[in-house]
């Protein structure tokens, strides 16, 4: 039976694995579980990120790149997110089919 310490270990050599993998995959491939496991998005702040998608959906309100990016960033309590971060994760929900058109107007922005 494996101890605390060794499954830890385990679990940060898959997780660093599946970041490597992250970075060869074709951008179709790159997937919304993808960018929130790479860039440690807790249970909490999937929840949230998820309700803001929705509230930009029922409210009709299309943000600017930097106001997503404001919004992320204040999701995982960080002073500001890279173009990076912003488009792995914009990316990876539109890869899954979810809020494509909402996505594509905050990239062009």
């Keep these: 039976m494996m101890n605390y310490e060794e499954l830890l270990s385990r679990l940060v ?3 660093n694995a599946i970041i490597s ?9 790159k997937t919304r579980d993808l960018a929130i ?3 440690g998005f807790t249970e909490k702040q999937i929840s949230q990120l998820d309700n803001y998608f ?3 959906v029922f409210n009709n309100v299309r943000p600017s790149k930097e106001d997503f990016r404001k919004k ?8 500001d ?19 494509v058109n909402i996505i594509d107007e905050i990239l062009k922005k």
């Design 81 to 99: 997110l890279t173009d990076e971060v912003l488009e792995d994760v914009l990316l990876g929900y539109k890869s899954d089919g979810m809020y």
């Design 54 to 56: 929705r509230e930009i």
């Design 72 to 79: 992320l960033a204040e999701i995982k309590n960080l002073p």
């Design 13 to 15: 050599h898959m997780k």
């Design 21 to 29: 993998l992250h970075e060869y995959l074709a951008p179709e491939l």
């Design 37 to 39: 496991l790479k860039y």
